[in-house]
């Protein structure tokens, strides 16, 4: 068969490099290609670049390469050794792979493109026609590849959030670059150690740079961020999603017992009424406008912790920190003297973080970069059922969503 000069032009090789043989095997659907190297080139030591004389061979390596019209193509080649005064006996590189991969760099690529584009490993392995633990290496690589490329730069706006790894009591903490939407970090558990060691990972000149961290109001997250970061105390921003979803439980607590004395002398107003109290007022579909109304007007408890709840969100409007403290005395007082405890209880829980709430006049931040990466990591953890450990999913996050450069050069 005469495709040598075709194989040579598709592979992109030149000199010293050189297509020998191409043999096709139709039964088997499978093309070989032979590669070879000019007698007597030098070749540069990988480590220090010095031009040496070819030492030795290793014996022959195969790389699988991109398909030839559905045909699996193979590269075949023996990689020349130099040997170095200072590295000692070492392989050549090549142009088309890295050391010690299995696939030629073009196919690894594309690999990489089927696994991001299809979010599972066993997608890519079924179009790529590789075994899952080949489809894993390629994950793997790139992780290694994008994380030993990755500058130490400053990341301005962090946010930090838990997420179940198993239902119920494992956790991981995700740490992302919220300007970047990117996953920064993945660690066991939500403990201080755990985004500890996410700021201990970071230069000193990184640390300074933090501008602001939005998290939810959890003591661990708290004190790692007050230990490790300068100035912390202003940077802290409580996220007023996870703030507002505190309030809401609160409002849903009085529904459930106003509920329960309504329903034993007979009234049944407020069945099925639960999600009509948690939307934000301009979120309310249409259809439930009229019930909603008519509830609202029956003087309920619900009522009063619903409008206590619906007022606060008006404190996120504020951008001095003044005002924002006169509105939330106003409101905190309002709450208080509700006789509602679940909504006083969760006013008090406010006041004591009032200082990092309002650091959001000065860090308009939220967590909802955070959420929406959860919501993609969750997407992966279904479709993974493979990810056997711990550690295969926390590469899978980092492959998905950590923004990261994959590609081999
Ligand atoms: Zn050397």
């Not at 995700?174 to 403990?191: L, P």
């Not at 985004?195 to 997250?221: C, H, K, N, R, T």
């Not at 009522?303 to 969100?313: F, V």
């Not at 709450?335 to 006041?351: F, G, M, N, V």
């Amino acid at each position: 068969m005469q495709d040598v000069d075709l194989y040579q032009r598709v592979l992109g090789l030149v000199e010293p490099w050189s297509v020998q043989r191409v043999t096709l095997d139709v039964t088997q659907r499978r093309v070989d290609i032979q590669v070879e190297h000019t007698a007597g080139v030098k070749w540069a030591c990988p480590q220090c670049g010095q031009e040496l004389a070819c030492y030795d061979h290793v014996a022959e390596r195969t790389w699988r390469h991109l398909d030839t019209c559905q045909f699996q193509t193979h590269l075949h080649a023996r990689i020349p050794r130099v040997k170095c005064p200072e590295h000692g006996v070492v392989q050549a590189s090549v142009p088309w792979a890295e050391p010690h991969g299995r696939f030629t760099m073009l196919f690894e690529r594309l690999v990489i493109d089927v696994l991001q584009a299809t979010h599972t490993v066993s997608g890519a392995c079924e179009l790529m026609r590789i075994s899952w633990d080949e489809a894993f290496g390629v994950m793997q690589r790139a992780v290694a590849r994008g994380q030993s490329r990755k500058k130490a730069e400053p990341i301005a706006h962090l946010g930090v959030d838990e997420k179940a790894f198993r239902k119920g009591h494992s956790y991981v903490t995700v740490v992302c670059d919220i300007d970047r939407s990117a996953v920064e970090h993945v660690a066991d558990d939500r403990k201080i150690e755990s985004l500890g060691e996410y700021f201990q990972s970071l230069s000193a000149e990184q640390l300074e740079g933090i501008q602001a961290v939005a998290m939810d109001m959890w003591e661990p997250y708290i004190q790692a961020t007050m230990r490790h970061v300068p100035r912390a105390g202003d940077k802290i921003v409580f996220d007023r999603f996870h703030i507002m979803k505190h309030v809401n439980e609160a409002v849903d607590k009085v529904r459930r017992q106003e509920h329960r004395q309504l329903k034993a002398g007979g009234d049944d107003r407020l069945k099925g009424s639960k999600h009509l109290w948690l939307y934000a007022a301009e979120n309310l579909p249409q259809k439930h406008h009229s019930a909603f109304r008519e509830l609202c007007d029956q003087n309920l408890r619900t009522g009063r912790a619903w409008a206590i709840k619906e007022t606060l969100r008006r404190l996120w409007d504020y951008r001095s920190t003044t005002w924002a403290r006169k509105f939330f005395r106003a409101w905190f007082g309002w709450a208080r003297r509700s006789k509602l405890e679940p909504i006083k209880r969760a006013a008090l829980t406010l006041q004591r973080h009032l200082d990092n709430i309002i650091t959001y006049c000065r860090h308009p931040i939220t967590n909802g970069v955070a959420e929406g990466l959860n919501s993609r990591i969750m997407t992966i953890k279904r479709k993974a059922c493979g990810y056997r450990n711990r550690e295969n999913f926390k590469t899978a996050i980092y492959f998905f969503c950590g923004g990261l450069d994959l590609y081999p050069q």
